[in-house]
């Protein structure tokens, strides 16, 4: 991988911009086009070495393990500069880029720099990758699709020049219906919506341009991708450019590379993009666009805490659904002065998690023994998260729970968002706005437990220490039987200390 592009885009804001159809989109050619000269884009050099010098600091230990990697692989480690007059310059790119080069005479940085300097320069021979226009697509449910946002854009600040492509939300149809990954099995119906709906755009594609980046809005699309086959859920947009500049790579969804590893994928795909449009244009690439599938988990999280912790902090949600969820926090404040929540992932198409972890009997027990270790008491009321009273039959299942919990001496009474927000502005929201209210209250619990194996409960764990709680406030139930342990311990950790510190509390209990 060519981390002499790392050193340059340290940068790190974070995701997300704005609507389906929006008309920006259709000068997204034209501006690259007008941007392409020595450097003058909003991911220029400039920008490149300004954030090389603040934040020099931050991966020493990506850099060492890079270089490491490839010693071990034979192959010569990344100098990072001699001089400011080598900045930019991607000797291995000029190689990749210029074919009559041979690596035997010009195989090395010096080499190759020597070449460039002299003659290259002169000749205008392309010295660096393309600038990367990536697009990608963001799983289903909430806490899916922003870890998708947050692997997209973590990916994007380590190549450096890099700029973002949103992709629209996404909604199901019902938390009654089963979802499946096999497609005669699956009942869940997903439709696109507004990325606005769920997050800040504006202010999210604002901070990003003080940092250097584009974001693009989301162009018009298609069609969705079938989200039912997220490895191959390519985005599927109406296009305003040369096809002739678009590459893909299909395997990364919940692959969890090595960063090294993730960016060799996309160098290579990059360079041979590259390659194949001089060959058929006679020009030099003015930019590529690199397609991802679904993003989720597509790379080691846990190695790049600093990274990921910047981009996830700098995540803004819509502030409409800030204010729904501050309105419910009024309403809660209201009757006790702290409340304790917890995410009950119990509703008809999550069953299948009850049924692995023994039955719901079991399941329900494990949440009881977790509320008690986190100190539920009868002094607070409890806040429940839940799709249960989105569907008709939830209803007796939540009123079971909930005398549960209470004669458990769990809690007071009972809390949820339907008790404050009115019928019609619940009814104005898509399924993943009602779950970000959730999500927001949540966050502002005096203690919470959740199911481990869900990206929702795993992600609140995150955010609310994020937002500066302690880790010890949030419980997670286990749940290794599912399987997602490995994985979420390897790509789904945001901050350093809190998952490990959660798990060391469950296990003393």
């Known amino acids: 991988m060519r981390f002499s592009r790392c050193r340059f885009a340290i940068a790190l804001l974070v995701s997300v911009s704005s609507p389906v159809n929006c008309r920006n989109s259709l000068h997204l050619v034209d501006e690259l086009e007008q941007q392409q000269g020595e450097a003058t884009t909003s991911l220029s050099l400039t920008h490149s070495v300004k954030f090389y010098e603040q934040h020099q600091d931050s991966l020493p230990r990506l850099r060492?393990?890079?270089?490491?990697?490839?010693?071990?692989?034979?192959?010569?480690?990344?100098?990072?500069?001699?001089?400011?007059?080598?900045?930019?310059?991607?000797?291995?790119?000029?190689?990749?880029?210029?074919?009559?080069?041979s690596p035997q005479r010009y195989g090395s940085q010096n080499k190759a720099w020597r070449h460039y300097r002299e003659i290259g320069q002169q000749e205008k021979r392309q010295h660096q990758l393309p600038q990367i226009i990536l697009r990608y697509t963001a799983a289903t449910g909430l806490s899916n699709q922003h870890y998708c946002h947050i692997a997209a854009f973590s990916l994007c600040a380590v190549m450096g020049r890099c700029s973002i492509v949103l992709p629209p939300a996404v909604a199901r149809s019902s938390f009654q219906d089963a979802f499946s990954v096999f497609k005669e099995f699956n009942k869940v119906q997903w439709s696109a919506k507004p990325l606005e709906t769920l997050y800040d755009t504006d202010k999210i594609t604002a901070e990003w341009a003080k940092m250097g980046f584009q974001v693009w809005k989301t162009p018009a699309l298609q069609e969705l991708p079938a989200l039912v086959q997220p490895e191959s859920a390519f985005p599927r947009y109406i296009d305003q450019h040369d096809t002739r500049l678009t590459t893909n790579i299909s395997d990364v969804y919940l692959r969890a590379y090595d960063m090294t590893e993730l960016t060799e994928l996309v160098t290579q795909a990059v360079l041979r993009a590259a390659r194949q449009y001089m060959l058929l244009a006679d020009t030099e690439a003015p930019y590529i666009v690199l397609d991802l599938p679904v993003t989720l988990f597509m790379f080691r999280s846990s190695d790049h805490l600093e990274l990921v912790s910047k981009v996830a902090r700098n995540l803004f949600f819509a502030p409409v659904v800030h204010q729904l969820a501050n309105q419910v926090l009024q309403g809660m404040a209201a009757h006790a002065p702290y409340f304790n929540g917890a995410h009950l992932r119990v509703e008809a198409d999550a069953m299948d998690w009850a049924r692995s972890m023994g039955g719901v009997d079991v399941y329900w027990v494990e949440f009881l023994n977790a509320m008690q270790t986190a100190g539920f008491d009868d002094k607070a009321p409890v806040y429940i998260a839940t799709?249960?009273?989105?569907?008709?039959?939830?209803?007796?299942?939540?009123?079971?729970?909930?005398?549960?919990?209470?004669?458990?001496?769990?809690?007071?009474?009972?809390a949820f968002k339907e008790q404050f927000l009115d019928s019609a502005e619940l009814d104005a929201l898509h399924s993943e706005q009602k779950a970000l209210v959730d999500l927001l209250v949540l966050a502002k619990a005096h203690r919470f437990v959740g199911f481990e194996p869900s990206t929702f409960s795993f992600f609140l764990s995150q955010y609310r220490v994020l937002q500066g709680l302690e880790p010890s406030s949030s419980v997670l139930v286990e749940g290794k039987v599912i399987g997602t342990n490995t994985l979420f311990e390897a790509a789904a950790v945001v901050v350093e200390h809190g998952f490990q510190q959660q798990k060391q509390i469950l296990k003393e209990s």
């Open 64 to 101: 060492r393990r890079t270089d490491r990697r490839r010693q071990r692989q034979g192959r010569p480690q990344y100098s990072f500069g001699t001089g400011q007059s080598r900045a930019g310059f991607d000797w291995e790119a000029y190689l990749a880029l210029n074919p009559d080069l």
């Open 387 to 414: 799709g249960l009273l989105s569907y008709e039959a939830g209803h007796a299942t939540l009123d079971h729970l909930m005398a549960n919990l209470t004669a458990e001496g769990l809690c007071n009474h009972v």
